[in-house]
């Protein structure tokens, strides 16, 4: 019997954990506020983004990209609309800096990059 509560124990600490972790792992939905803008937050390192909330599920619509230079020289962030590229914001950000890009995502979506660091283009299609 006390085999058995043991493994029990042991069992419902992995499920615990298993779930704990799953949930730390998936990123949040992007907000969108009362004006029907959707935000979205963007930290860029030495030649990479990281997104605070999931990319997988945008549609054409208002944004406001909020980016910050998490790295520790001057960046920069450039958007541009899928398709036919043309350009809708660019600057640059000093370390700690943070700018809001406010943009329009088209049926065919965005795409950005830093322009300074060699990052590559990442594309943002639009969901139907």
Not at 58 to 81: C, D
Request: charged share 20%.
């Amino acid at each position: 019997m006390q085999y058995l509560r043991n493994v029990f124990s042991q069992l419902s600490l992995i499920v615990l954990l298993t779930a704990g972790l799953a949930a730390s792992v998936h990123a949040e939905l992007p907000q969108t506020r009362a004006d029907g803008v959707t935000v979205i937050h963007l930290d860029e390192y030495n030649g990479y983004f990281a997104a605070e909330e999931t990319l997988a599920s945008l549609k054409a619509g208002e944004y406001e990209f909020v980016i910050t230079n998490k790295s520790t020289k001057l960046v920069g962030f450039q958007i541009q609309a899928l398709g036919t590229y043309a350009p809708l914001d660019m600057f640059p950000l000093e370390p700690g800096e943070t700018r809001i890009s406010k943009v329009t995502i088209g049926e065919k979506g965005v795409r950005y990059r830093c322009p300074i660091n060699p990052t590559p283009w990442y594309d943002l299609d639009v969901i139907r």
